[in-house]
Each structure stands twice: as structure tokens, then as C-alpha cells.
């Protein structure tokens, strides 16, 4: 069974500032790992995703997460981050043979001016 | 391109009625999800499909929650009997090659 932590409920950081919103994730085999982002009284929309590859992904609006196996993690980055990227982000990870997808319990991401 | 699409947006029930959330996944999808979200326990699986099969029924949620796929584009959520505590949004998604769609959700209120 996969499982999926997000270790800060909250981080507050200002506009133009880097920011690393953390996912650990448990599973023994192939998985896939992604970031989800949801807005104040919207829907989950998909950011990004691994599976295989290069182990650092782009997404979109400048977002990038990097797999780390040794760490079994896959944290999410952005480099400067604008007060529009106020949200809550979610961690998920499935497994290719289940396709069940289990959600981390989500960051409050709040940017200051 | 149609993505998840849920009805209603809003749902308002005195507790003890049946209420039936709808939700048609983004077509050609195989697995489909229900979740609850709330703010205090965020998102939790009721239930999963995979091709029309149901995989998971959500444990805890078993007794008042069921869950049907009748067909490979439509799925319906019903909860019976609806309790206060049942207020939420109900988030119907689907997925292919790891990446989840949602719909909008259905909020439910109970009184």
C-alpha cells in the first residue's frame, strides 16, 4: 500500500521568495508521483507528474518538483513565487498496477506582499 | 473537451433524506474516484473504480455511502441516511496514466 505525507500544514513566505513545499511518500515498487494545486473555493487542478526519466519535472506557471529515491521524496519548488500562488497544494502518488491514487493531506502555501 | 463533470454544485438535505450525487468521468477513462473533503480531515477515498469494477468501497464509509459505476460514463454517489456530520464537498475525478481529473465538486450541506 502507498502512502503519502506532507509534512507542513502551513508556510507563509514573501512575494519574489523561493519556496519548497515537501511530499515523502512510501511504496516499494514503480510509482507515480504528482502535485496537485486548489485555489480558495476551487477544484484540484494537476501540476505536474514523474513516473520515470529525468528525475526533476516541470510543470506549469513555473513549478518544478524533483524525485529523489534515496529519500523517497518528491518536493516541490518554485523560484519566485507570485501572491497568486496562494493555494493549497496536495502530494499524490499511485501505482501503476493499481492506478489508485492516495492524496497527502495538503500545504497551505500563503504569499505576502 | 469535456472534462469531470458533477451535479449538483449544491445540495442542501434534512438529515435522514437520501440524497444521489451524479458524476460523468472525462471520457475513455478507466478509473474513477469519489472523495469527501473537508477541512479537517481533507481529502478521504469512498471509493474507486476500475473499469466499471469497484476496488475499494472506503472502509469506514461503507454503512450510509454507496457508490455505483452502471456504465463506463456516468457513476452515482448515494448516502442514506444523510447526517449533519456528512457536510462536505464530494469530489468525483478520473484518471489516465497518473494524472487525475476532477470535477468541481458537489457541496453538501446537511441540516
Known amino acids: 500500500t502507498q502512502t503519502v505525507s506532507q509534512s507542513d500544514a502551513h508556510v507563509t513566505v514573501f512575494e519574489g521568495d523561493s519556496v519548497e513545499l515537501r511530499c515523502n511518500y512510501s511504496?516499494?515498487?514503480?510509482?507515480?508521483l504528482s502535485w496537485y494545486i486548489q485555489h480558495h473555493g476551487h477544484g484540484l487542478q494537476f501540476l505536474l507528474k514523474y513516473y520515470s526519466g529525468n528525475p526533476v519535472v516541470q510543470g506549469v506557471n513555473g513549478f518544478e518538483a524533483e524525485f529523489s529515491k534515496s529519500d523517497s521524496s518528491f518536493h516541490l519548488r518554485k523560484a519566485s513565487v507570485h501572491w497568486s500562488d496562494s493555494a493549497v497544494y496536495f502530494c499524490?502518488?499511485?501505482?501503476?498496477?493499481?492506478?489508485?491514487?492516495?492524496f497527502g493531506t495538503g500545504t497551505r502555501l500563503q504569499v505576502l506582499p | 473537451d469535456a472534462g469531470v463533470t458533477q451535479t449538483p454544485r449544491h445540495e442542501v438535505a434534512e438529515k435522514g433524506q437520501t440524497i444521489i450525487l451524479k458524476c460523468e468521468p472525462v471520457?475513455?477513462?478507466?478509473?474513477l474516484f469519489w472523495y469527501r473533503q473537508t477541512k479537517i480531515q481533507g481529502l478521504e477515498l469512498l471509493s474507486y473504480?476500475?473499469?466499471?469494477?469497484?476496488?475499494?468501497d472506503g472502509g469506514a464509509f461503507k454503512d450510509r455511502f454507496k457508490a455505483e459505476m452502471l456504465n463506463s460514463s456516468f457513476s452515482t454517489l448515494k448516502i442514506q441516511p444523510t447526517e449533519p456530520k456528512d457536510s462536505a464537498v464530494y469530489l468525483c475525478a478520473s484518471s489516465q496514466g497518473g494524472e487525475v481529473f476532477f470535477g468541481k465538486g458537489t457541496r453538501l450541506t446537511v441540516v
Open positions: 471520457s475513455g477513462h478507466n478509473d
Open positions: 499524490a502518488v499511485s501505482a501503476p498496477n493499481t492506478n489508485k491514487v492516495v
Open positions: 473504480f476500475r473499469s466499471k469494477s469497484l476496488m475499494e
Open positions: 511504496y516499494g515498487g514503480s510509482i507515480y
